[in-house]
């Protein structure tokens, strides 16, 4: 009997990525990068500024283990590397689209976030994780909505908005490591549903201001109401992901982008949105946070 089409080894790498959804997004999104990056600035821009690719490496690693936007590297670096203040956080959020896309789906593959989160108590949350993510997505893009086009913004400096913001976060992360489990009870549609949205609108108003916070309010909330480390960071890394895409494409004028730098830097931030959840395993979530407690604080000394 002749074969049937697809039954050589091509067929079966087909059927093998068919069954297998997110790595073959995975794959994707690298693709879209290299005919991106083709059409850019090309080998001969890499050689040059080669040293960018280890600034998307670093802010990816960060933000992909802990739910902390890679913004808390990238704007910093952008401030000295003397980017116009009014392209730092688009270009920034442009980066975040492949680095916190490949850490999204990279948990998602791993099957890090189950449908139903577990509570350390064995206990089953009502509100699902794709209820978690559909509850605050939509309150993040109003929130960068009105943080950006709708004006909502202090008339500040964008470093002096960062300080302000990034020393709040960093509070908040060491709340997590130092405050006990406020709840073991499963995550309902009442109540947390309410703080679920308003995470998001404070969150995303963050994002549309300096590029970060909706990831890092959403993982701590979680951590907070008892879920583990892992879940929380995957979720936070899923929403921000979400986030960034959805902003950039839906309101592209919303922020000024340098599309070249974007492009040097975001084969960095893929690998490291990659490699990010094997590093959360490796090193652990304990010491993971008190390397970004101590970036936090370090990095708003350089603007």
């Known amino acids: 009997m002749p074969p049937r089409p697809g039954d050589g080894a091509s067929g079966r790498a087909v059927a093998r990525f068919a069954a297998r959804p997110f790595d073959a997004a995975r794959l994707g999104l690298a693709a879209l990068l290299l005919v991106l990056f083709a059409q850019g600035p090309g080998l001969s821009g890499l050689v040059e500024q080669w040293w960018l690719v280890l600034v998307g490496l670093g802010g990816a690693l960060v933000a992909n283990s802990t739910g902390i936007g890679g913004g808390v590297v990238f704007v910093p670096a952008f401030d000295v590397l003397a980017l116009p203040e009014d392209r730092i956080v688009g270009t920034s959020l442009l980066i975040q689209c492949f680095g916190m896309s490949m850490g999204a789906l990279t948990y998602l593959s791993r099957g890090s976030i189950p449908a139903l989160p577990r509570l350390e108590d064995g206990g089953t949350a009502r509100l699902s994780s794709a209820g978690i993510v559909l509850t605050v997505l939509p309150a993040a893009l109003v929130g960068y909505w009105l943080a950006t086009l709708g004006g909502f913004r202090p008339d500040w400096p964008l470093a002096l908005i960062f300080k302000v913001l990034s020393l709040?976060?960093?509070?908040?992360?060491?709340?997590?490591?130092?405050?006990?489990?406020?709840?073991?009870?499963?995550?309902?549609?009442?109540?947390?549903?309410?703080?679920?949205?308003?995470?998001?609108?404070?969150?995303?108003?963050?994002?549309?201001?300096?590029?970060i916070g909706v990831g890092e309010l959403l993982a701590i909330y979680l951590m907070l109401r008892g879920l583990r480390a892992v879940?929380?960071?995957?979720?936070?890394?899923?929403?921000?992901?979400?986030?960034?895409?959805?902003?950039?494409?839906?309101?592209?004028?919303?922020?000024?982008?340098?599309?070249?730098?974007?492009?040097l830097v975001a084969p960095g931030a893929l690998l490291g949105g990659f490699l990010a959840p094997f590093l959360l395993d490796y090193v652990g979530e304990t010491r993971v946070k008190w390397f970004c407690a101590f970036w936090i604080v370090v990095s708003p000394m350089f603007m």
């Open 168 to 211: 709040g976060l960093l509070a908040a992360l060491l709340a997590t490591q130092f405050a006990r489990v406020l709840t073991h009870r499963p995550l309902a549609m009442g109540t947390d549903g309410a703080m679920l949205c308003l995470v998001g609108l404070i969150g995303g108003a963050f994002v549309g201001w300096i590029s």
């Open 231 to 263: 879940e929380a960071v995957g979720l936070a890394v899923i929403v921000t992901a979400l986030c960034v895409v959805l902003a950039r494409i839906g309101l592209p004028g919303s922020q000024g982008v340098e599309v070249d730098v974007a492009l």
